[in-house]
């Protein structure tokens, strides 16, 4: 047995966490008996669980919408005004001097269990970081000196911007940004 199979065990108990047919305790029970499953045997209660009796056939469990997925919406939308106010956090945070680390932060904590504060955090962290870059790169001209505080003032606008759709449960994306983070 290998881990991918523990893991696709656990991409459906996270799913049916996400979809409210497992309450925490459940999805608790249920991720640690397939972390630590040493054989096949031990995985198929865990799927019978959550499926009824075992499908005939290899593979006909159904498959899982998204590995990740740990919200009720698995299309990227907030699921609560906590989620909102972390996405909006992500575009906000750099605004009080965390430029690149408060979208890292948001990312490294609640994006693992919101898709939607993991795809601002990461649109907020690849802006902060095309920032930072294009601050070096261009104070090593003179024009750039001169278009060094217009690019921040600009950015200070962005990040609010993005701050305000991520509240609104919008989709923000920052304009001439590098997408190194994914």
Known sequence: MSNQDREQVVDHVKAAYAEGRLDRFEFDD????AMTARVHGDLTPI?????????????????????VATGRHLDGRADTGGERVGAAAAHLLPLTGLLAIGPLIMLLTAGRTSPYV?????????FQLTMLGATILLTIT??????????????????????LAALGEGNFRYPFTLRLVK
């Open 118 to 126: 993991r795809k601002h955090a990461v649109e907020a962290l690849n």
């Open 142 to 163: 003179f024009v750039g000196v001169v278009l060094t505080p217009l690019l921040w003032i600009g950015g200070l606008v962005l990040s609010v911007v993005g701050g």
């Open 47 to 67: 799927m019978d669980e959550l499926y009824g009796a075992h499908p005939a056939g290899p593979g006909s469990y159904p498959p899982v919408m998204s590995r």
């Open 30 to 33: 249920r991720l640690e008996r």
